[in-house]
């Protein structure tokens, strides 16, 4: 999203999206703008009665002479709207202190992660983990904890200011109101490069750092492996210099930002000490009390404080903007929608295929070549069916179109007969196990990492399950058995039985469609075999769709789709195939003759 570059529609811009976060709050934060408003008319009041006040101090030319009277009028007016500034101003930060910010900061946070649980896997894949969980921390404080105290600098930096000038014009001397009033389009410019040096130093400070932190990720977890190839001098030397660009950045930063804030200051105080002395010249042509200017005096003295002030919170605020725009792009994202079924004619027919593609047609967001082009087929229920080809092909896409990542471009997906697009999150995912490389373990004992696959499942199921799967041999000799947290135990589950954990979490989910991608070499001879037991425990009796890498299964499969570059060029059983002596027998005897060459 960009923003205007000018100073008043950029902030008429962020006060609209601030309401936005704010959400259910946003009442009590316009109620807090509105308290700081009238805080600042009262200080600008407040100010404006030093006029009437040297005017009674000074009294009339050519006797002058204080008339006590109206100067403790004035003064005592003075005292009260000084007070009413206070209040108003306490009031305003209630919103800070009376608990808003930190139920606007929950609200966001529930909000965020509300929508991360909706947003289509397709899009949380292009998020990086560390920026969305800095989104939900940081950013959100960044954001809304410096709402109030920036507004209200804001607020009084032009409020103050403007009473002044209402009130000089009103019932002192337009003239001076007019010089006044002139000053301020001066601070524009100056205000825009200082917003521009903000927003290039929050860009490359936030650089570097990513820069360092990689680097210190990358040193640390790599530790063991630099020893063993005593490397360690020569990565530390890389990180060295990442934290001497931070260094550099950082120290450009300040020297950068040290004379837009001072020449701002500077600038609005020999604006002001102009308009002085335009007022005595106007003193010596008689044309302006001596009082007048006096008040001035103090009143030009008392204006640029805001303004440094607002200066120096250039930096917050555009911190702010920049975690806005995080908060934002999570909060655009919308969850695939659910589409009405289409009313059928009559019954469900028996014979519909477990799974069907339709003309699928789908290319990854961001990118030009199609990765899945005009895929059709037809799987009858309870048949096992292996997706092979080379790598890139599009085999993994296939399966994050089925588990609904995303939707195609063209065609339909259909389960039993119905368009998975009509089919709830939960109902969809009801009909599907998956058995992912990557087995993602939860923070939680063993049981509850199984009982995930049917979270009302009884623990003697999950038992059942786990046996199942193989995986009460090495569940067994753990300490707390199925009670073991996960935790505990780190890393020293081996890939094999993580697979296993995984498979128990589909057996126990008893779903009819399995997606399967089977182990690699990954896993060792003995390991392995184990696994592919798990598996066939799993595979009964389901309709099955495994990427398949070992040949085993490639042979046994009711059907072989063979893809390359996106497309289906084969289909049909393994023997069929190798007798067509297409790129499946190609790929076969590639694979042949690989086993061979092993053996
Ligand atoms: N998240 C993504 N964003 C953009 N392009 C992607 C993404 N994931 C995959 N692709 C591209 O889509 C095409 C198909 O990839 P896919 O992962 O489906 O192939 P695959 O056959 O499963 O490969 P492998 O056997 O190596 O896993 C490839 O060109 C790949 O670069």
Not at 261 to 277: D, R, T, Y
Request: with cysteine.
């Amino acid at each position: 999203m960009s923003a205007p570059s000018s100073p008043l529609p950029r902030f008429r811009d962020t006060w609209r999206r601030l309401l936005a976060v704010a959400g259910a709050e946003a009442p009590r934060f316009r109620r807090a703008v509105a308290w700081f408003s009238l805080a600042a008319v009262a200080q600008g009041l407040a100010f404006s009665c030093l006029f009437p006040l040297f005017d009674a101090l000074l009294g009339p030319a050519p006797d002058p002479a204080p008339d006590w009277g109206r100067v403790v009028f004035w003064l005592l007016a003075m005292v009260a709207l000084a007070a009413a500034d206070l209040v108003l101003s306490w009031k305003g930060h209630g919103f800070e202190y009376d608990g808003t910010i930190a139920d606007v900061t929950h609200a966001l946070r529930l909000d965020l992660g509300q929508r991360l649980r909706g947003m289509p896997m397709e899009i949380l894949a292009r998020h990086r983990t560390g920026t969305l969980s800095a989104t939900l921390g940081s950013h959100i404080d960044e954001v809304v904890v410096p709402m109030g105290t920036l507004s209200q600098v804001m607020i009084r930096t032009l409020g103050v200011p403007l009473t002044v000038i209402g009130v000089t014009a009103l019932c002192i001397d337009v003239r001076l109101a007019l010089a006044l009033a002139l000053i301020f389009p001066l601070a524009v410019p100056l205000y825009r490069h200082q917003h521009r040096l903000a927003a290039r130093e929050r860009r490359d400070g936030a650089a570097a750092h990513a820069r360092v932190e990689a680097d210190l990720i990358e040193y640390t977890q790599g530790l063991a492996v630099l020893r063993a190839v005593g490397q360690t001098g020569a990565r530390a030397q890389r990180l060295r210099a990442s934290l001497a660009t931070l260094r550099q950045v950082q120290r450009d930063a300040l020297m950068a930002s040290l004379w837009p804030a001072l020449l701002m200051s500077g600038l609005m105080e020999l604006g002001l000490l102009a308009v002085l002395g335009l007022g005595l010249l106007w003193v010596g042509g008689g044309s302006l009390s001596l009082a007048a200017v006096a008040a001035l005096l103090i009143i030009v003295m008392r204006l640029g404080e805001p303004l440094a002030l607002f200066s120096e919170l250039t930096k917050t605020f555009v911190l702010m903007e920049a975690a806005l725009e995080r908060i934002e792009v999570v909060r655009a994202a919308r969850p695939l929608p659910v589409l009405p079924a289409s009313p059928r004619p009559g019954p469900k027919p028996d014979d519909a295929p477990a799974v069907a593609f339709e003309n699928v047609s789908f290319t990854y967001a961001g990118t030009d070549t199609p990765a899945l082009v005009d895929v059709g087929f037809r799987l009858p229920a309870r048949t096992l069916t292996a997706l092979v080809g080379p790598s890139g092909s599009g085999k993994s896409t296939l399966t994050r179109l089925l588990l609904r990542h995303a939707d195609p471009q063209a065609g339909v997906i259909r389960l039993q007969g119905d368009d998975i697009r009509t089919l709830a999150p939960e109902a969809l995912m009801r009909r599907l196990s998956v058995v992912f490389q990557d087995v993602h373990l939860f923070n939680d004992t063993i049981l509850e990492n199984i009982r995930m696959g049917r979270p009302d499942a009884s623990d003697e199921a999950v038992r059942e399950a786990a046996r199942a799967a193989h995986c009460l041999d090495f569940i067994d000799r753990l300490p707390q058995g199925l009670h073991t947290p996960v935790g505990d135990i780190g890393g020293s589950l081996s890939g094999g039985e993580r697979q296993r954990l995984s498979i128990a979490r589909a057996i126990l989910k008893d779903a009819p469609l399995v997606l399967l991608d089977e182990p690699t070499a990954a896993l060792d001879t003995q390991s392995e075999r184990v696994v592919q037991t798990a598996i066939d425990a799993l595979v009964q009796d389901r309709t099955v769709i495994v990427i398949a890498h070992r040949l085993s299964t490639v042979v046994g499969a009711d059907t072989v789709l063979v893809f390359d570059q996106g497309r289906i060029v084969e289909q049909g059983a393994h023997a069929d195939l190798v007798a067509a002596n297409g790129p499946y027998a190609a790929l076969w005897r590639a694979q042949e003759e690989r086993k061979a060459w092993h053996a």
